[in-house]
């Protein structure tokens, strides 16, 4: 799930819909973007000095206040499930996700990093908004510059 909501926090915060987020973005010469893996999850910010208050501003909405709107929700879950597949078709992914489960077992290690078509199907707007609080948490967060 945690995959699913770095590829959603630029699409849409406050009251910026997805487009008028990625607008602001643009119009500014601001990059953002989010990634996540096993044991942590990192975000990027590059701007030019003179739109660094916007991007501030952007990063502050995009952590604090994502949409996870129906549209952008749904097509992110699409590019997640459509990465999923490719990467089953992949005897190296194969080998990898035998030997996570085969070493980790139950532990959340043992499952795939990226989820399951059926899991990444099954999370909700409500879902993500409660992984992003828990994720975020004061006591659970650390920034680096």
Not at 8 to 17: C, H, I, S
Not at 96 to 122: D, L, N, Q
């Amino acid at each position: 799930m945690v995959n699913l909501l770095s590829g959603l926090l630029d699409e849409g915060a406050g009251d910026f819909t997805s487009e008028e987020f990625q607008k602001e973005l643009n119009e500014n010469s601001i990059s953002m973007s989010f990634s996540a893996s096993r044991d942590n999850f990192e975000g990027s910010l590059v701007t030019l000095t003179e739109t660094f208050d916007v991007a501030v501003e952007l990063l502050s909405l995009a952590i604090n206040k994502p949409r996870f709107d129906p549209e952008p929700l749904n097509r992110v879950k699409d590019q997640v499930v459509s990465s999923i597949r490719s990467s089953e078709e992949k005897p190296n992914n194969l080998v990898g996700r035998v030997w996570w489960k085969g070493a980790f077992g139950a532990h959340p290690y043992g499952f795939p990093k990226r989820g399951t078509e059926a899991s990444i199907g099954k999370i909700t707007r409500a879902d993500l908004q409660e992984m992003k609080k828990n994720l975020f948490a004061k006591d659970n967060l650390i920034i680096e510059s």
